[in-house]
């Protein structure tokens, strides 16, 4: 997953961002680490994703699970209770996911857009797994409801997914007494 790579600039500057000089290093030095891994695939990847103007159905909802917890995350982000650091990491994934959705419209490949937002899936890990603690605090029947309501969220998820995916018939054979 060479595409991962676009994630690297970023640890990069959180990593280093106290040490310019050394930033400016690794930096220039990972051009040609970069180049060596894409060099030979650059060509069939232009050629296969922007080039042939690929689109993949369900990019817009992908984004848009992304930008839900991403908002979130941004107007509560102190409440997490991360260091600099890893508030820093966090508020720019939120961030790119929020960007993601200008991707769309701009790029001539929603597939590479795609691709990328797959990266900045775990904010929806970070989030609704932190949402209880985060809004509720010490408030037992708070943390509850949001539990609720999360596993509300994601059914419905799961039930527009099964009815309107493309590819849903695929997992249809995996039957159980609730679908």
């Not at 994934?93 to 001539?108: E, K, N, Q």
Request: charged share 10%.
């Amino acid at each position: 997953h060479v595409s991962s790579l676009i994630l690297l600039p970023i640890m990069a500057a959180i990593t280093f961002k106290r040490s310019p000089l050394l930033l400016a290093v690794i930096c220039i030095g990972s051009v040609p680490a970069v180049y060596l891994l894409i060099g030979s695939r650059y060509d069939t990847m232009m050629t296969t994703y922007v080039n042939a103007e690929y689109n993949s159905s369900g990019t817009l909802i992908r984004i848009f699970m992304n930008i839900v917890p991403a908002s979130i995350f941004l107007m509560c982000r102190k409440r997490f209770g991360f260091d600099k650091n890893i508030l820093l990491l966090w508020t720019i994934l939120s961030i790119l996911s929020c960007v993601s959705l200008i991707g769309f419209f701009v790029s001539p490949s929603s597939t590479i857009v795609d691709r990328l937002v797959l990266y900045l899936i775990p904010i929806q890990l970070l989030v609704f797994g932190n949402l209880p603690s985060v809004l509720s605090g010490d408030n037992r029947h708070g943390a509850v409801l949001i539990t609720i309501a999360e596993i509300f969220y994601f059914a419905l998820i799961l039930g527009v997914w099964l009815v309107y995916a493309n590819n849903a018939i695929a997992w249809i054979p995996y039957r159980s007494i609730i679908a």
